[in-house]
């Protein structure tokens, strides 16, 4: 897809974090407790002024985007309950997503929440 950095993704984010993203993120030198927020056991990134903890708002761009979260890396693909992995109607560049594209970050996207109930599960 064609991504115009528009930055909507990264605005109030509710991104949920697998174990891999915060292990990841925590290499990179980021304290936990500064980027996510913990909450029933989920772990979201944490929004600063109404975007995420990552966005710089000066340059318009993430500021961990080679190691961002997985859930970012497969966005604009969600997984909405009924329907599964489809295009978020909130990305204003979702219609440049091929149906390749959007079959292959479907079934990673599944694997991913499989893995982060399995996590939850075992806490
Ligand atoms: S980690 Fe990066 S890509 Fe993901 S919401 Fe935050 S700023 Fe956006």
């Not at 970050?105 to 991913?112: E, M």
């Amino acid at each position: 897809m064609r991504c115009s950095n528009c930055g909507k993704c990264c605005e109030k984010t509710e991104m949920e974090l697998s174990s891999k993203d915060i292990e990841r993120l925590e290499k990179k030198g980021y304290r936990r407790e500064e980027f996510a927020v913990i909450a029933g056991g989920v772990a979201r990134l944490r929004n600063v002024g109404g975007w995420c903890y990552f966005y710089s708002l000066a340059d318009k761009k993430c500021r961990v985007y080679g190691k961002r979260p997985l859930g970012c890396y497969l966005y604009p693909v969600v997984y909405l309950m009924n329907e599964g992995a489809v295009v978020d109607e909130l990305c204003p560049m979702g219609q440049t997503i091929s149906e390749q594209e959007l079959r292959t970050k479907g079934k990673i996207l599944d694997k991913l929440l499989k893995k982060m109930d399995n996590e939850r599960k075992c806490k």
